[in-house]
């Protein structure tokens, strides 16, 4: 039977709190998708300058977060100080670009602005996991949510006619701000994480682990597939309804993606109550199974009419973020508990280095064998990630997830 322990007082106020103030924080992220478009107008973007700012937030994420968790800094320096500063330096590096002129020093500026927010996302996912020990799955799932319909929000944007890209970049700085504030403000939860000393081999120690390791194992064939899903879905769809003659594919390809991006919200919710309830192992064997068939079924359904594309590509992307909470929750239940925020950060660093891979490896894909083999390709991470977690559910550190139910 699994144990029970008693509810704080006051975790679903900081839940909300935390969570609002993290979309808020994110947001430089999120509006690259928003401005990219007149960018490419303004400063005259190749393709390769293009993609080349979208990946650089990407790859500073990255590397921000390689240096925090070799710095250990998610469990030396409290969470609040570590988003307030994150937000703070992501919304100066996002408003950077209203003088950067040009690609070159954009795409530094995106780079800073990514490696900014690796102190912001990883800090907050330890802070929440320090209010909730039962139902930690549904509430990392509501904040992951959170971020999910945060990044569907620029293709909304897009389909209904955004407003100037100078007026998108002050207004997400100053709601990055915004929102670090606020994160300064919740007060820390009481089941607290020990302090710990420095040691920069402790990422590699702990996600070398057997459990965190194939639970690290699940979460890169998750992030195989998921970021590139969401970077090519628009293009994808663009191309459906310019074969059927849509009157103007771009619109309705930009509201299509922010439907199918934005369902996912719901996913992750039903995701972190399912792996509360069912086990973790359980739930993530599930949704990668069904996002993998999604991608499969895309892959021989590619040129079938856009209602029927949609309706497979709503059902993936609901299942394609449905477990992705459910990967950190299990590594801050099974790793040493002085270096949860070192594990958590290490883990997200290599995720976001796989998913730069994967999105630079799609258009190749499609210009060799079409959107058909791009698919299959990608479901090869979710098939492969269901491996690990069934795995991982057959060794004993499977008693110590989701309250001993795996």
């Known amino acids: 039977m ?103 020093p954009a795409a530094g500026l995106r780079g800073l ?45 897009n389909g209904l006619g955004g407003a100037d890209w100078r007026s998108v970049i002050l207004i997400t700085s100053g709601l990055a701000a915004l929102g670090g504030l606020i994160a300064s403000r919740v007060e820390d939860g009481p089941h607290r994480f020990p302090a710990a000393p420095f040691r920069p081999g402790q990422a590699w120690q702990v996600l070398t682990g057997q459990g965190a390791g194939l639970a690290t194992l699940g979460y890169l064939g998750h992030m195989w597939e998921l970021y590139a899903m969401w970077a090519w879905f628009a293009a994808f769809f663009s191309e459906v309804l310019r074969t059927a003659g849509a009157a103007d594919p771009a619109r309705g390809a930009a509201l299509a993606t922010f439907a199918v991006v934005g369902v996912g919200a719901v996913g992750c919710w039903v995701g972190g109550l399912l ?40 059902l993936w992307g609901f299942w394609i973020i449905a477990d992705s909470a459910q990967f950190s929750t299990i590594v801050s239940e099974i790793a040493d508990p002085a ?47 269901t491996v690990a977690m069934r795995r991982l559910a057959r060794t004993p550190e499977a008693a110590r997830i989701a309250g001993g139910r795996g």
Not at 275 to 283: A, E, K, N, V
């Open 113 to 157: 602005t990514g490696a900014a927010l690796a102190l912001v996302y990883p800090p907050a996912l330890k802070a929440m996991s320090a209010w909730f020990r039962s139902g930690r799955g549904t509430a990392l799932g509501v904040m992951v949510g959170a971020l999910t319909l945060g990044s569907a929000l620029p293709h909304l944007v």
């Open 2 to 104: 699994a144990p029970s322990f008693p509810e704080a007082a006051g975790r679903w106020s900081a839940l909300g709190a935390l969570a609002f103030a993290v979309v808020l924080a994110m947001a430089p992220w999120f509006s690259a998708a928003a401005v990219l478009p007149q960018l490419r107008g303004v400063w005259t973007l190749t393709d390769a300058a293009a993609s080349g700012l979208t990946l650089a937030v990407q790859l500073g994420f990255v590397a921000g977060a390689v240096l925090s968790a070799a710095l250990n800094l998610a469990d030396r320096v409290p969470p609040r100080r570590l988003i307030l500063a994150g937000a703070l330096l992501a919304a100066g590096a996002n408003l950077g670009l209203l003088w950067a002129g040009g690609p070159g």
């Open 275 to 314: 792996g509360d309830r069912w086990g973790r192992t359980q739930l993530t064997t599930l949704a990668m199974g069904l996002s993998g068939a999604c991608a499969l079924a895309l892959a021989g359904l590619a040129d079938a009419a856009p209602g029927v594309v949609l309706a497979l590509s709503l």
């Open 339 to 385: 270096y949860i925020g070192t594990a958590l950060t290490a883990q997200l660093a290599l995720g976001f280095t796989l998913t730069a891979a994967s999105i630079a490896l799609v258009p190749v894909l499609v210009r060799v064998g079409g959107w058909p083999l791009a698919f299959v390709v990608l479901a090869a991470g979710p098939l492969l990630g």
